[in-house]
Protein backbone atom coordinates (compact mmCIF):
# COMPACT_ATOMS: atom_id res chain seq x y z
CA UNK A 1 0.00 0.00 0.00
CA UNK A 2 1.59 3.46 -0.72
CA UNK A 3 1.98 6.21 1.79
CA UNK A 4 -1.39 7.97 2.26
CA UNK A 5 -0.70 10.08 6.16
CA UNK A 6 1.07 9.85 9.43
CA UNK A 7 -0.94 10.04 12.34
CA UNK A 8 -0.38 13.03 14.93
CA UNK A 9 0.99 10.67 17.04
CA UNK A 10 3.95 8.90 15.36
CA UNK A 11 7.55 7.38 16.65
CA UNK A 12 10.41 6.86 14.51
CA UNK A 13 12.16 3.55 15.35
CA UNK A 14 15.68 3.21 13.70
CA UNK A 15 16.93 -0.68 13.95
CA UNK A 16 20.18 -1.92 14.53
CA UNK A 17 22.66 1.10 13.14
CA UNK A 18 25.10 0.43 15.46
CA UNK A 19 29.07 0.07 15.64
CA UNK A 20 29.26 -3.56 15.47
CA UNK A 21 26.92 -3.94 12.98
CA UNK A 22 27.08 -0.97 10.27
CA UNK A 23 30.61 -2.53 9.21
CA UNK A 24 28.95 -5.58 7.50
CA UNK A 25 28.54 -6.42 4.20
CA UNK A 26 25.09 -5.18 2.86
CA UNK A 27 23.42 -4.94 -0.61
CA UNK A 28 23.05 -1.20 -0.28
CA UNK A 29 25.92 1.53 0.53
CA UNK A 30 25.48 1.77 4.44
CA UNK A 31 25.99 5.47 4.03
CA UNK A 32 23.19 5.93 2.02
CA UNK A 33 21.02 4.03 4.91
CA UNK A 34 22.31 5.86 7.58
CA UNK A 35 21.96 9.90 5.57
CA UNK A 36 18.26 8.55 5.21
CA UNK A 37 17.54 7.50 8.58
CA UNK A 38 19.20 10.58 10.05
CA UNK A 39 16.98 12.93 7.50
CA UNK A 40 13.84 10.93 9.06
CA UNK A 41 15.90 11.69 12.40
CA UNK A 42 16.08 14.88 12.16
CA UNK A 43 12.35 15.84 10.88
CA UNK A 44 10.65 13.62 13.56
CA UNK A 45 13.26 15.78 16.28
CA UNK A 46 12.28 19.01 14.75
CA UNK A 47 8.90 18.53 15.19
CA UNK A 48 9.35 17.04 18.69
CA UNK A 49 8.33 13.21 17.57
CA UNK A 50 9.46 10.24 19.34
CA UNK A 51 12.83 8.96 18.44
CA UNK A 52 14.00 5.07 19.84
CA UNK A 53 16.82 3.59 19.06
CA UNK A 54 17.41 0.40 19.02
CA UNK A 55 20.34 -2.01 19.47
CA UNK A 56 21.28 -5.45 19.44
CA UNK A 57 23.63 -7.16 22.15
CA UNK A 58 22.86 -10.89 21.76
CA UNK A 59 20.56 -13.48 20.70
CA UNK A 60 17.21 -15.20 22.02
CA UNK A 61 18.39 -18.47 24.05
CA UNK A 62 17.95 -21.74 22.25
CA UNK A 63 18.86 -24.41 19.66
CA UNK A 64 19.33 -23.60 16.31
CA UNK A 65 20.86 -25.08 13.42
CA UNK A 66 23.34 -22.27 12.93
CA UNK A 67 26.21 -21.65 15.24
CA UNK A 68 26.10 -18.92 17.26
CA UNK A 69 29.41 -15.95 18.13
CA UNK A 70 29.50 -17.68 21.73
CA UNK A 71 32.73 -15.05 22.33
CA UNK A 72 31.57 -12.37 24.31
CA UNK A 73 31.25 -8.75 21.88
CA UNK A 74 33.79 -6.17 21.30
CA UNK A 75 33.98 -3.15 23.27
CA UNK A 76 31.88 -0.45 21.79
CA UNK A 77 29.95 -3.31 19.62
CA UNK A 78 26.22 -2.23 20.76
CA UNK A 79 27.03 1.41 20.90
CA UNK A 80 25.10 3.65 18.02
CA UNK A 81 27.08 5.09 15.29
CA UNK A 82 27.93 8.93 16.19
CA UNK A 83 26.01 9.96 13.23
CA UNK A 84 22.59 9.08 14.79
CA UNK A 85 23.77 11.17 17.28
CA UNK A 86 21.77 10.10 20.28
CA UNK A 87 19.67 13.13 22.12
CA UNK A 88 18.98 12.59 25.89
CA UNK A 89 14.99 12.24 25.29
CA UNK A 90 15.76 9.35 22.79
CA UNK A 91 14.24 6.18 23.57
CA UNK A 92 16.84 3.70 23.77
CA UNK A 93 15.96 -0.11 23.79
CA UNK A 94 18.80 -2.52 23.53
CA UNK A 95 17.16 -5.94 22.56
CA UNK A 96 18.50 -9.95 22.16
CA UNK A 97 15.94 -11.00 19.80
CA UNK A 98 15.27 -9.88 16.12
CA UNK A 99 12.67 -7.39 17.02
CA UNK A 100 12.33 -4.19 19.16
CA UNK A 101 9.18 -5.19 20.79
CA UNK A 102 9.44 -8.53 22.45
CA UNK A 103 11.22 -8.64 25.61
CA UNK A 104 11.30 -5.17 25.95
CA UNK A 105 9.05 -2.72 27.54
CA UNK A 106 8.79 -0.49 24.21
CA UNK A 107 5.04 -1.64 23.83
CA UNK A 108 4.57 0.59 26.89
CA UNK A 109 6.68 3.34 26.21
CA UNK A 110 5.25 4.30 23.26
CA UNK A 111 1.72 3.48 24.58
CA UNK A 112 2.37 5.97 27.39
CA UNK A 113 3.38 8.25 25.12
CA UNK A 114 0.26 8.14 23.07
CA UNK A 115 1.92 6.80 20.23
CA UNK A 116 -0.19 5.03 17.33
CA UNK A 117 2.06 5.16 14.28
CA UNK A 118 5.43 4.02 13.85
CA UNK A 119 8.09 4.58 11.29
CA UNK A 120 10.91 1.58 10.71
CA UNK A 121 14.24 2.10 9.45
CA UNK A 122 17.91 0.22 9.60
CA UNK A 123 19.16 -3.32 9.11
CA UNK A 124 18.54 -5.49 8.48
CA UNK A 125 15.48 -5.71 6.31
CA UNK A 126 14.54 -9.80 6.66
CA UNK A 127 15.54 -9.72 10.48
CA UNK A 128 15.91 -6.59 12.72
CA UNK A 129 13.56 -4.51 10.44
CA UNK A 130 11.03 -7.18 9.60
CA UNK A 131 10.62 -8.56 12.73
CA UNK A 132 10.40 -5.22 14.62
CA UNK A 133 7.32 -4.39 11.90
CA UNK A 134 5.69 -6.90 12.37
CA UNK A 135 5.99 -7.10 16.35
CA UNK A 136 4.70 -3.66 16.00
CA UNK A 137 1.50 -3.97 14.22
CA UNK A 138 0.83 -7.04 16.19
CA UNK A 139 0.30 -4.64 19.07
CA UNK A 140 -1.84 -2.36 17.21
CA UNK A 141 0.56 0.16 16.25
CA UNK A 142 0.00 1.48 12.23
CA UNK A 143 3.30 1.05 10.36
CA UNK A 144 4.68 2.85 7.98
CA UNK A 145 8.49 1.59 6.69
CA UNK A 146 11.35 3.82 4.78
CA UNK A 147 12.22 1.62 2.24
CA UNK A 148 15.32 3.48 0.81
CA UNK A 149 16.24 3.69 4.37
CA UNK A 150 16.86 -0.17 5.15
CA UNK A 151 19.08 -2.77 3.32
CA UNK A 152 20.14 -6.24 4.51
CA UNK A 153 23.31 -8.47 3.71
CA UNK A 154 21.18 -10.84 1.12
CA UNK A 155 19.21 -9.53 -1.09
CA UNK A 156 16.70 -12.50 -1.52
CA UNK A 157 15.14 -11.31 2.18
CA UNK A 158 15.57 -7.81 1.57
CA UNK A 159 13.21 -8.35 -1.59
CA UNK A 160 11.16 -10.87 0.52
CA UNK A 161 10.05 -8.32 3.12
CA UNK A 162 9.53 -5.18 0.74
CA UNK A 163 7.07 -7.56 -1.33
CA UNK A 164 5.81 -9.72 0.35
CA UNK A 165 5.59 -8.84 3.95
CA UNK A 166 5.32 -5.15 4.30
CA UNK A 167 2.54 -4.44 2.28
CA UNK A 168 0.93 -6.62 4.56
CA UNK A 169 1.61 -5.01 7.59
CA UNK A 170 1.33 -1.09 6.76
CA UNK A 171 2.22 1.20 3.97
CA UNK A 172 5.45 1.89 2.49
CA UNK A 173 7.49 4.66 1.28
CA UNK A 174 10.33 7.09 0.78
CA UNK A 175 12.47 8.69 3.41
CA UNK A 176 11.29 12.00 1.22
CA UNK A 177 7.81 11.05 1.14
CA UNK A 178 7.67 10.61 4.70
CA UNK A 179 9.74 13.85 5.63
CA UNK A 180 6.99 15.68 3.08
CA UNK A 181 3.59 14.13 5.02
CA UNK A 182 5.64 15.04 8.52
CA UNK A 183 5.98 19.11 6.83
CA UNK A 184 2.28 18.78 5.32
CA UNK A 185 1.15 17.73 8.23
CA UNK A 186 2.52 20.31 10.80
CA UNK A 187 2.20 23.10 7.96
Known amino acids: ?24 SFIHPIDKIVERSRALLDAFR ?9 NVAGGAPGRTE ?20 QQPGDIVVTKRTWG ?4 TDLEYRLKALGITQVVVT ?5 T ?6 RQAYEQGFNVTLALD ?17 FPKLGETGT ?12 A
Open 100 to 103: AFAS
Open 66 to 85: RPRHSEPLPAGWTDFIPELE
Open 122 to 126: GVATG
Open 175 to 186: TQEIVNLLRTRS
Open 46 to 54: ERGLPVVLV
Open 1 to 24: MALTTLDPNTALIIVDLQKGIVGS
Open 149 to 165: AMTDGRLDAHDFSIKNV
Open 128 to 133: GVDATA
